[in-house]
């Protein structure tokens, strides 16, 4: 499977409900309505000031998106149609309703093991 994870932030005057909800019930619905989805679409949103938060308070994302597709083509058929003239157009504008796209950053992933407990 081809997996792209991306860490993506909020806007700052967003609460992380207010975050959450858009990123849910509107951004969400309107990308799978260009191009049927991918196979794999998780979002795992950061819960900050636990007992589990490690580090000096550097982490600069608020959620982690997981795409995957069958292979490489897959993803690109996807991307061809989603970000085609006219939608990537509008995705920008639409990400900019809810997202620092200044921090947002992205990464292929191979993922070559799955350790089951």
């Not at 951004?27 to 191009?35: D, E």
């Not at 085609?84 to 309703?97: F, M, Q, S, T």
Request: negative net charge; charged residues 30%; proline residues 4%.
């Amino acid at each position: 499977m081809f997996k792209i994870l991306a860490f993506l932030s909020k806007r700052a005057d967003l609460s992380r409900e207010q975050f959450v909800d858009y990123y849910e019930n509107t951004h969400i619905p309107f990308v799978l309505g260009l191009a049927p989805g991918p196979c794999l679409y998780k979002r795992r949103y950061l819960t900050r000031g636990t007992e589990m938060e490690v580090g000096n308070g550097s982490i600069d994302f608020d959620v982690v998106t997981e795409v995957g597709f069958p292979d490489r083509e897959a993803f690109h058929a996807w991307h061809a149609e989603v970000f085609k003239p006219g939608n990537a157009e509008r995705i920008v504008e639409d990400e900019g309703r809810f997202l620092d796209r200044g921090r947002s950053r992205s990464y292929v992933i191979d993922e070559e093991r799955v350790t089951a407990g």
